[in-house]
């Protein structure tokens, strides 16, 4: 069984950054692309940024909503994916998680980003 631990949230003011991680335990790394999803309250969770593994050289997609803003980048030997997040909105407000790009492994908990002033 998979576990995935995301880390790195915060409240932080519009226009600041935050730095998330997540790691994974238990499973095959690797060769998954993985994902960041959030889930703002009373709304659906959705796709935020996907990155490819190794063998289809790490590429990477974003929802147009955080594109230019947000990077996912992803450390195999520490089974570690991040999303750095510039200049952040108060429409980024969400919980975040991570999963393998399939979203059929087991969420975590996942890490609350609150943007206000």
């Known amino acids: 069984q998979v576990q995935l631990v995301e880390s790195g949230g915060g409240l932080v003011q519009p226009g600041g950054s935050l730095r998330l991680s997540c790691v994974a335990s238990g499973g095959i790394f690797d060769f998954n692309a993985m994902a960041w999803y959030r889930q703002p309250s009373g709304k659906e969770r959705e796709l935020v940024a996907s990155i490819g593994s190794v063998a289809t050289n790490g590429a990477t997609a974003y929802a147009d909503s955080v594109k230019g803003r947000f990077t996912i980048s992803r450390d195999d030997a520490r089974k570690t994916v991040y999303l750095q997040m510039n200049n952040l909105k108060p429409e980024d407000t969400a919980i975040y998680y991570c999963?393998?790009?399939?979203?059929?492994?087991?969420w975590g908990q996942g890490t609350q980003v609150i943007v206000s002033t």
């Open positions: 999963n393998r790009r399939t979203g059929d492994w087991n």
